[in-house]
């Protein structure tokens, strides 16, 4: 029982913000590819996939995530406790947890076509190499954008032989979208990080953080707006564009008290509810 709370403690999976965060771009490009008037069989059956799917590449990074910052999460309050950091559980014995989680989610994947199959596996350097690059570049968060909705590119595969002008503006867009929440997220280890040298977004625009956000935020916003014009979806949409705003710029941006972690853990957690909303809307504007 004790091994089975460390492995989970381990794959974060009582903390579905991750995995579901990793989720959504997926969903969002299966949306705007399916022809959701037509048999909706395939649609859940892609959806239930894309979920495993997440859940399991998501737990495997956190696992190779830990593995290779061990020796600083030991230095930062809040990730000292980690099973690999505080040594309960060896490298050896996470790196056998990462191989299994990856190889569960080869077998999800291998339910999709060939070029999904081929997009999918180019994308996994970016997804191991990720948490190496707050050691050289103050935009980690940058990477874990382009990483952390891939998934968007392929929902379109799942369903398109080739990938459009469409697909890459979404993509453009929600990269900016994690690029502004992980770097409120950031916030909370500001202190530490800076103390033992780690780079982020969060500390090179520590000056100036809500002009960085509303940036960043600003530029998913047009390029939403932007998909929904170039696939004509209905007016509907538009008027779920004014929740999404609300939700971004009001309660997330406008409550969020960038020193306070607990704040900025909140506004964090808050961006599940937006990525069901943007799910929500594009559903609604194709109907």
Known sequence: MQQINLFIEL??????????????????????????????????FYIILFFLGAVLMRSAGCIVNDILDRKFDRKVSRTKNRPLASGKISVSLGLIYAIALCLLAFLVLINFNYFTIIVALASMPLAFTYPLMKRFTYWP????????????ILGWTSINSTI??????????????TLGYDTIYGYQDIKDDEIIGLKSTSIKFKKNPYTFLYLCYTIFIFSLLLTG?????????????????????LSQLKKLKIKNASSCLKIFKSNNLLGLLVLSSLVIGKI
């Open 164 to 177: 459009t002008l469409i697909p890459l503006v979404f993509y453009f867009g929600a990269i900016f979208w």
């Open 11 to 44: 794959t974060r999976l009582k903390k579905p913000i991750g995995y579901m965060l990793l989720f959504w771009p997926c969903a969002w490009g299966l949306t705007i590819a399916y022809d959701i008037s037509t048999n909706l069989n395939t649609y859940f």
């Open 141 to 152: 968060q940058l990477f874990l954008g382009v990483t952390f909705n891939y998934g968007l």
């Open 229 to 249: 014009y170039l696939m004509k979806l209905n007016n509907i949409f538009y008027l779920f564009m004014i929740i999404i705003i609300f939700q971004m710029f």
